[in-house]
């Protein structure tokens, strides 16, 4: 059974860069041909892909956030992290990470979600 378990602040402040940690077990993140993501959901809206990183260690962004975000791997414990600067407000959401595979648009595992706040 893959189990991915988001960690990080729950409140940031403005400016400030959100650091979230993503702990996979069940399943290497270095496993073929899966694809690992970070996913957020704003209050009242949809589900928002952010970006990822592939089993090779490549990485991808949503155009809207490329130059905010930022994520790696460490393969020896098994997690991938994102970094996302410059929080605003509008970044105040539950950000969930998930496994899919290569190709697809489709997760299959998901972590519970963490939510983060943004605020002074």
């Known amino acids: 059974q893959v189990q991915l378990q988001e960690s990080g602040p729950g409140l940031v402040k403005p400016s400030q860069t959100l650091s979230l940690t993503c702990t996979v077990s069940?399943?290497?993140?270095?496993?073929?041909?899966?694809?690992w993501s970070w996913i957020r959901q704003p209050p009242g809206k949809g589900l928002e892909w952010m970006g990822g990183?592939?089993?090779?260690?490549?990485?991808s962004y949503s155009p809207s956030l490329k130059c905010r975000a930022s994520i790696s791997r460490d393969t020896s414990k098994n997690q991938f992290t994102l970094q996302l600067t410059t929080m605003t407000p509008e970044d105040t959401a539950v950000y969930y990470c998930?496994?899919?595979?290569?190709?697809?648009?489709?997760?299959?595992?998901w972590g519970q979600g963490t939510q983060v706040t943004v605020a002074s």
């Open positions: 069940g399943d290497s993140i270095t496993t073929s041909y899966y694809y």
């Open positions: 998930a496994r899919g595979r290569v190709g697809t648009n489709e997760q299959d595992y």
């Open positions: 990183i592939d089993y090779g260690g490549d990485t």
